[in-house]
């Protein structure tokens, strides 16, 4: 039974690596009926194998498409795999906000980060693109967040990015979330000059930014 | 980061103008957007503005990478003077949606009114540059762009189908603004690039569409027009050995200047963002695209 377990999980997360989603759901299926607990499929399955695309994807050997369809594979895993999850046991996640700021609708860098960051774990609310600088306060209200991840491809929209620091100092929340950017013409001189946290030049150091801010392991 | 092959040491994409900030300079206020961006004469005249407060070589057209699409059926947001014009909703939920839609009509719409400001820019002696977008950012607008991945990926003859139709979409458009006797026609698909496509699905995407595009053009060339290439476009033509770069002897000028100078000389030239004005050329040479 444990090596029928261990092969499955194993599938599991080359099928993920392959961005073989149908492989995935069928996978799945068999995971389910199998009546293995349902969070190591989760983790050491199709987490599993986003960890190694990620790491790929360090060594550049995947690039961007090559991420967004492994986590296509991944997220229909999850679909099929998490009604099947007992109920939480109240261990809270830590929750963050991501948004493409407003006049930019190139998401698919914010896509990755999210991706990125909700394999690591954290609780994602993806505000999606072009996103005014008020939404990004007020849902960090809302959901309590922890932290803001803001992305920008334009030179023309990163002043959305110094808005959203200056908002929440004036809603007085600035010390109470950790705001990091990315994107092409950004920069940590940029990061710095409009009192951000931090910047990261790709998905992967965008988590280890967070981790290392939020003092998370 | 820059371009692979090229080596060009600035981020290639750091050159936008931003309209907002020059509003006061440019004598425009938000309450001419954002007709200034889809009404014939807004568009002479703040191309225009732009042109003179950059002292630009030449004016440049559309104000946005968003003309294909929304000539497609894309639904836009037309912005103000501190965001410009940008997608706003996906029209398509898979390839076969974008198949169904109709064939650009270049009689309405902001496309009409675009090629109707070169021409008015034309008659008073102005130099234009047209920039047209490629099947990734035309796609992009339209849909959610794993559904295009995913059909590099999975769906071969679908999406051979899906550039054949952009391919004819753009040829057509290339028609028309010769017609409307544009100076240089600059083609990107920055969402194209090695960066994010990597090696392998960059080839596909250079063999299927970029290369057989340029060839089209290439053999059907009009001597009165330059084709200027995103120089992530030469780098991906470059990577995959389906063009060679050639040195032109020029002057040590300002690279605008020195692409107007091309015209009739050269067919393609793409070593620099067209929008960098300060780009000079200090060894009086040029890159010159030939495609292979």
């Known amino acids: 039974m444990c090596s029928n377990k261990a092969n499955l999980l194993n599938k599991l997360s080359e099928a993920v690596l392959e961005m073989e989603e149908d492989e995935v759901v069928e996978i799945s299926n068999e995971y389910i009926k199998s009546g293995y607990p349902v969070i190591d499929a989760i983790m050491d399955g199709l987490v599993d194998g986003m960890n190694k695309a990620g790491q790929l994807f360090e060594e550049e050997e995947y690039f961007v498409t090559d991420i967004l369809l492994c986590s296509d594979a991944m997220y229909q895993g999850l679909n099929i795999l998490k009604p099947h ?16 700021v407003e006049g930019d609708t190139h998401d698919i860098g914010k896509n990755l980060v999210k991706i990125m960051m909700e394999t690591e774990g954290f609780e994602m609310i993806d505000l999606g693109r072009d996103v005014p600088s008020v939404k990004f306060i007020e849902e960090a209200k809302r959901i309590n967040a922890s932290f803001i991840c803001l992305s920008t491809l334009m030179t023309t929209t990163m002043d959305g990015m110094k808005e959203v620091v200056e908002l929440l100092k004036e809603n007085e929340i600035r010390d109470d979330i950790k705001v990091i950017i990315g994107g092409g013409p950004i920069s940590k001189k940029f990061a710095e000059s409009i009192g951000a946290d931090g910047y990261s030049k790709n998905a992967i150091e965008a988590v280890k930014l967070i981790k290392n801010l939020l003092n998370v392991s | 980061m820059g371009g692979v092959i090229l080596k060009t040491k600035k981020p290639l994409c750091a050159y936008e103008y931003n309209i907002y900030e020059k509003k006061h300079a440019l004598g425009i206020n938000d309450l001419d957007f954002p007709k200034i961006y889809s009404d014939k004469d807004g568009i002479v005249t703040l191309s225009t503005k732009i042109k003179e407060d950059l002292n630009s070589p030449f004016c440049k057209l559309p104000f946005c990478h968003t003309l294909e699409a929304e000539a497609l059926g894309g639904v836009i947001d037309l912005g ?34 675009n090629i109707n400001a070169i021409k008015s820019l034309k008659s008073k002696d102005e130099k234009v540059l047209f920039y047209i977008s490629g099947p990734f950012t035309i796609l992009n607008i339209l849909m959610d762009p794993i559904i295009i991945f995913k059909a590099i990926r999975k769906e071969n003859q679908l999406i051979d189908i899906v550039f054949k139709k952009i391919m004819i979409e753009l040829l057509k458009f290339i028609e028309e603004l010769k017609e409307a006797k544009v100076d240089i026609i600059s083609y990107g698909d920055p969402l194209a690039s090695f960066d994010i496509l990597g090696r392998k699905t960059l080839a596909q995407v250079v063999e299927k569409f970029t290369h057989p595009f340029l060839k089209e053009i290439d053999f059907n060339f009009d001597k009165s027009l330059l084709f200027h290439l995103c120089p992530k476009t030469t780098d991906s033509l470059l990577l995959t050995d389906k063009a060679l770069i050639k040195e032109v002897i020029t002057e040590p000028i300002n690279y605008q200047k020195a692409c107007i100078n091309m015209i009739g000389k050269e067919k393609f030239i793409g070593e620099m963002c067209i929008n960098n004005n300060s780009f000079i050329l200090k060894n009086s040479k040029i890159k010159a695209i030939k495609i292979n």
Do not use: A, H, T, W
Not at chain 1, 90 to 99: A, T
Not at chain 2, 104 to 113: A, S
């Open chain 2, 80 to 113: 103000n003077s501190k965001f410009g014009p940008r997608g706003k909703q996906y029209i398509c939920s898979n390839l076969e949606d974008f198949l169904n839609l109709d064939m650009i009509n270049y009689k309405k719409g902001r496309i009409f009114e």
């Open chain 1, 85 to 100: 999850l007992p109920l939480e046991d109240g261990e809270k996640k830590v929750k963050g906000i991501i948004g493409v």
